[in-house]
């Protein structure tokens, strides 16, 4: 087997949502090529000291709020790569051009530099994920007050999972719900029903776990999540390229009371094997838990209740 060369690499973030790149300096494979600042481990140093490292050397700044996000592993002609990307929302110093290269901020979708290196172009992707995934609770909430609430929160991502309707009132209501969130700019993902998201035009479909595993190919749609539970479950997400996963329950839910909850212990077991897709944290999330779920390298938080108040 290749020898695999462990990089760290680091997103950094602005408020706004834009993301930094650099171009690969002269004399490097695949110079002139855009990444993110970053470079490979030295001997016996963590992921996140590789990084802080390498953003000294390589730009003059100092980490101060760093999380770990995604694990991709790309095979190269010169190498087998595994690299670790973490989003940091804090660093001290002026960003300086070591080595020569040039950076350029960058917004989600709309990338005005290129080449980008060829393992970067699903992380690219993952960056345009809201950090909060609203799940309707229309069960508890009746269709009005679910409707009104949806209006009044417009959350940027929207599943639509209501199991307790049958298939035409579940495709009555999602006519409803998407000409609301195309008014108001919310991504409607609907559950378990790629057929029909494809038929009305919504944005993606959202897998439960069951309908994952039994997935061949990812279904052609823009955006493909899933809901896991497991190392099994999220190694098919990957598998199939998915857009994102929802990983719990972290906490126990009136919604699933016969599952146990994985705890925050659990979600790290199974976050830490590094995956190349962004996990949300589910399960008795609220808004306030989004920074201690990115602490344990979740993307965001997947809010069911929370969502709605
Ligand atoms: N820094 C960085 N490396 C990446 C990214 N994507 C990606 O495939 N790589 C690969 O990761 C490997 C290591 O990156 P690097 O060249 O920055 O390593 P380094 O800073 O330690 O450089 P050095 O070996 O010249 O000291 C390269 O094979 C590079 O192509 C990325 O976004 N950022
Ligand atoms: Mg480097």
Redesign the pocket.
């Known amino acids: 087997m290749r020898k695999i060369?462990h990089?760290?690499?680091g997103i950094l973030l602005r408020a706004d949502g834009s993301f930094l790149?650099?171009s690969?300096p002269a004399?490097?494979?695949?110079a002139g090529?855009?990444?993110?600042?970053?470079?490979?481990l030295e001997n016996g140093e963590s992921e996140l000291d590789?990084l802080k490292r390498?953003l000294v050397?390589?730009m003059g700044i100092s980490v101060t709020a760093a999380t770990p996000w995604i694990v991709?592993t790309?095979d190269?002609p010169?190498?087998s790569?595994r690299?670790s990307?973490f989003r940091i929302s804090g660093w001290e110093g002026k960003i300086t051009a070591h080595e020569g290269q040039e950076f350029a901020w960058q917004v989600p979708g709309q990338l005005n530099v290129s080449p980008i290196?060829?393992?970067?172009g699903p992380?690219l992707r993952g960056l345009a994920l809201p950090d909060e995934m609203a799940i309707s609770n229309m069960a508890e909430l009746g269709e009005t007050a679910f409707l009104a609430a949806l209006e009044k929160n417009k959350p940027r991502w929207l599943i639509l999972r209501e199991p307790q309707l049958n298939a035409d009132q579940y495709r009555q209501l999602a006519e409803k719900v998407l000409a609301i969130c195309k008014g108001q700019q919310t991504r409607l993902m609907l559950h378990d029903a790629s057929e029909l998201a494809i038929a009305i035009g919504a944005d993606g479909v959202h897998l439960p776990a069951r309908s994952l595993l039994k997935l061949e190919k990812r279904p052609a749609l823009d955006w493909v999540g899933a809901s896991t539970h497991n190392a099994a479950e999220l190694s098919a997400a990957s598998a199939l390229s998915l857009d994102y996963a929802l990983l719990g329950h972290i906490s126990p839910t009136p919604s699933h009371p016969d599952t146990a909850p994985l705890g925050w212990e659990g979600f790290d077991a199974l976050i830490q094997q590094g995956w190349p897709l962004p996990v949300y944290a589910l399960g008795g999330m609220k808004p306030q838990d989004l920074a201690l779920a990115q602490q344990h390298g979740a993307h965001g938080v997947a809010l069911m209740r929370a969502a709605w108040i």
């Open positions: 060369t990089v760290a690499a790149l650099g690969r004399g490097k494979p695949y090529y855009w990444e993110f600042p970053g470079g490979k590789a390498e050397e390589e991709q790309f190269y010169h190498a790569v690299l990307f290196l060829p393992a970067n992380i």
